[in-house]
């Protein structure tokens, strides 16, 4: 069946720091979600790709979607600590499938 | 509106106990669905609907029940609770009978099997 990996599990940067988070699908996607979920809150909706080689940006946030539509990636510039958080990627082929997700921790 | 509800926020069951984990939305979504979310594992996807009267497995459906009689309600039943059934269940709703816009997840219940 459709598995959907992310990677790395854990990140932990210095305020100002770049961070990214990378997704990768077994089969090839029709469009894949990005969502952030704070400490002891639930999952918000970020952003959608749905194009093959499409990129988003999202102020410092950037999204990309590859060219085979079977990876993703997530790339925050200068973190905030209001960046913190646990940030999922879920691909969708028929149904929806989670990424474990990348917990972000940010020092100040 | 309120978006999507989840009732209780907390529960602690005994091992073989059935309960039933509310969900509602107001937002007149034709999609909704069931996670459960373990340390480690994201979100695995356990039932979800399409519209009323509709509803299909996910993932990870064993020891579960789900009903839609509403376009409104979908709750989740444990029939007969295990310890590893001890998770975060989120509550999920997207418009267009897909799961391909938007999900708004509820707030969680966080269940406790001993």
């Known amino acids: 069946g459709q598995q959907v990996m992310q990677i790395p599990q854990y990140q932990h940067v210095q305020e100002g720091e770049d961070f990214t988070t990378y997704c990768n699908s077994s089969?090839?996607?029709?469009?894949i979600q990005w969502y952030k979920q704070r400490p002891g809150g639930h999952p918000v909706f970020l952003i959608q790709?749905?194009?093959?080689?499409e990129v988003k940006k999202q102020k410092r946030l950037t999204f990309q979607f590859g060219e085979a539509k079977k990876n993703s990636s997530l790339h925050i510039t200068a973190t905030q600590t209001t960046d913190v958080g646990t940030y999922f990627c879920a691909g969708n082929n028929n149904d929806m499938r989670f990424g474990a997700g990348t917990r972000l921790t940010v020092k100040p | 509106n309120a978006g999507v509800t989840q009732t209780p926020k907390f529960q602690v069951l005994k091992t073989g106990q059935s309960m039933t984990l509310q969900c509602a939305q107001d937002m007149n979504h034709e999609y909704m669905s069931w996670y459960r979310q373990d340390p480690g594992m994201g979100l695995r996807l356990i039932h979800y609907s399409v519209g009323a009267g509709i509803t299909d497995q996910g993932e990870v459906p064993n020891g579960y029940n789900v009903s839609r009689s509403t376009t409104e309600d979908f709750p989740l039943r444990l029939l007969s609770a295990a310890p590893s059934q001890t998770s975060v269940y989120f509550c999920?709703?997207?418009?267009?009978?897909?799961?391909?816009?938007?999900?708004?997840f509820g707030p969680g219940t966080r269940l406790l099997v001993l």
């Open positions: 999920a709703s997207s418009s267009l009978g897909q799961p391909q816009e938007t999900q708004y």
């Open positions: 790709l749905v194009k093959s080689g």
């Open positions: 089969t090839t996607l029709s469009n």
